[in-house]
């Protein structure tokens, strides 16, 4: 989710992102996150991970909408787009699993990759060549968003890591842009 929050209702928006801790409850959910944009204050980006499509599904249809109204997080942002992906890939850096990433994550960088074709050969090439070497990544979300679009989530601890898209080669690459978000710990929930 990438979300357009007016500079007064950072403070709200926060708020009522935390309402979202109900999710720990929900059959087929295994992890939300989300912070700001180190260079643009007024964007937010939250990424969540579900088992599959159905259970996401079955969430939209009886659970989204009371957490969601009950919040009133509506009156919180300008914009909001929601991107899915079935399925994402999970790849492992200095951690195997989501839930040990999640929990010593500080900064989320989204890579956005326009391509005219890939293969899994191909994604882990990208991630290899999207890691900052000199910085704690802990693990990857690759989301194929479209069949010529990729977004990758790094997830990193400590500091703040440096965008690398301007060393970012690869054959099949026809556009890339990246951000660098620092995550708000109270966002963060997790599956029982």
């Given at each position: 989710?990438?979300?357009?929050?007016?500079?007064?209702?950072?403070?709200?928006?926060?708020?009522?992102?935390q309402h979202w801790a109900a999710l720990a409850h929900v059959n087929g959910f295994i992890g939300q996150l989300g912070g700001w944009n180190v260079e643009d204050e007024t964007d937010a980006c939250i990424l969540a991970l579900w088992e599959d499509g159905t259970t996401y599904q079955e969430f939209m249809k009886h659970?989204?909408?009371?957490?969601?109204?009950?919040?009133?997080?509506d009156?919180?942002?300008?914009?909001?787009?929601v991107s899915t992906s079935d399925p994402s890939y999970?790849?492992?850096?200095?951690?195997?699993?989501?839930?040990?990433?999640?929990?010593?994550?500080?900064?989320?960088?989204?890579?956005?990759?326009?391509?005219?074709?890939y293969?899994?050969?191909?994604?882990?090439?990208?991630?290899?060549?999207?890691?900052?070497?000199?910085?704690?990544c802990l693990s990857h979300v690759v989301s194929p968003i479209e069949h010529s679009k990729?977004?990758?989530?790094?997830?990193?601890g400590s500091a703040c890591p440096q965008?690398?898209?301007?060393?970012?080669?690869?054959?099949?690459?026809?556009?890339?842009?990246?951000?660098?978000?620092?995550?708000e710990k109270n966002w963060n929930v997790l599956s029982n």
């Open positions: 989710m990438k979300c357009s929050i007016p500079t007064d209702k950072k403070a709200s928006f926060s708020y009522t992102q659970t989204h909408d009371s957490i969601f109204y009950k919040s009133k997080q009156q919180t942002y300008t914009n909001l787009d999970f790849i492992g850096a200095r951690y195997n699993y989501y839930r040990s990433s999640a929990i010593e994550s500080r900064y989320l960088v989204k890579t956005e990759i326009e391509v005219d074709f293969d899994k050969e191909d994604i882990h090439e990208m991630v290899k060549s999207l890691i900052n070497p000199s910085y704690r990729l977004v990758i989530f790094s997830l990193y965008k690398t898209i301007d060393t970012f080669v690869h054959p099949n690459v026809l556009n890339a842009s990246q951000y660098i978000y620092q995550l």
